[in-house]
Every structure is written in C-alpha cells, then in structure tokens.
C-alpha cells in the first residue's frame, strides 16, 4: 500500500506491506533510529512517538493507520534555537543513563507540557506511567519534567515548546 506520511515535518511516501508496523516504518524506511523498539508488546514505552500531537506506542500502531497523520520523532525535538527545554532539563537533571527509554520519555513530557505546563510530580508520574527505566529510577526524570516546566513559566513562554 502507499502511504504518506508527514514526520518531523517532512512529508514521505513509501509503499508498504499492510502489516508493518510504525516503529519499522520509522527506523527501517526512514532511517530515523531515534524511536527505539524494546518489548514489542505494548509494554515498555521506549517506542512513544507524537502522532497528531498524542503519545503513542508506535510498536502498537500500523504504518498504514499513520497514512495522512503527523508524527513527531526525537528527532524532531530540538528547534533551530537548539535543545526542546525538556531535552535540556534531562541532561541537566540527570533524567537518563543508558538513554534507552529517553526517546518515549522526552515525547512523554513535551506531550505533557504542552497540555498542562505546569504539572504536579503526581501527574508528570501518570503521564509516564506507561513506560519503563530500568536505570534511573524516575526521581530525576520527574525532576526534570518539572524543571523544563519552571524553566519555561521563568521565560514566560506557556508550554515551553520550541518549533523549528
Ligand atoms: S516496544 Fe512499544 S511498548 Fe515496548
Ligand atoms: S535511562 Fe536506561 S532505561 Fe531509562
């Protein structure tokens, strides 16, 4: 099936197999190995990416459901002015170690932010709920969800969103 697809703003058209999965689309077709793919059964989260603006487990999604949506990768995170505040508070907050959940967390939390810029540690945790560290912890990832936040309310932009 051809299918078009809008990610991180560049339009792509490619022809798949019905079955194939967004996480393949995104890392086999496109290159774009940002999107990790660990449990493969809709558990862990390291696969979160924004389709239409939304968090969404794209080991769990069709290439072909994304046909004519808008996905937002890592990749796409920072901005012509660099790093996504989020990007930069999990590396000042020490939010990561291994990194390999960090994609689906950052997504998690720019998703988060966007919607509510001024979360309680309670529902940055709810937010996150659907993915696994298996570093960390998640004291520091909590933390640095709420330093973006502050960070973005001390510069006076809402949602502290950077768009490139
Ligand atoms: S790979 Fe998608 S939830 Fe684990
Ligand atoms: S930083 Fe290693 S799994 Fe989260």
Excluded at 10 to 30: G, Q, S
Excluded at 82 to 90: I, M, R
Aim: a negative charge.
């Amino acid at each position: 099936m051809q299918i078009t697809v809008t990610v991180n703003g560049v339009e792509y058209t490619r022809d798949v197999e019905p079955r194939l999965l967004l996480v393949h689309f995104l890392r086999d077709e496109l290159g774009l190995t940002g999107t990790h793919w660990g449990c493969d059964t809709s558990n862990c989260g390291v696969c979160v990416v924004l389709l239409d603006g939304l968090p969404a487990k794209s080991c769990t999604v069709l290439a072909v459901m994304a046909d004519g949506h808008e996905v937002r990768t890592v990749e796409g995170l920072a901005g012509a002015d660099g790093l996504d505040p989020v990007q930069q508070a999990f590396s000042d907050m020490h939010g990561l170690q291994c990194g390999f959940c960090t994609p689906g967390m950052l997504l998690t939390s720019r998703a988060l932010l966007d919607r509510n810029p001024d979360p309680s540690p309670a529902e940055i945790r709810e937010a996150i709920s659907g993915q696994v560290c298996r570093c960390t912890g998640y004291e520091n990832i909590v933390r640095a969800v709420r330093a973006a936040a502050d960070r973005a309310a001390e510069a006076g932009t809402a949602a502290g969103t950077v768009t490139s």
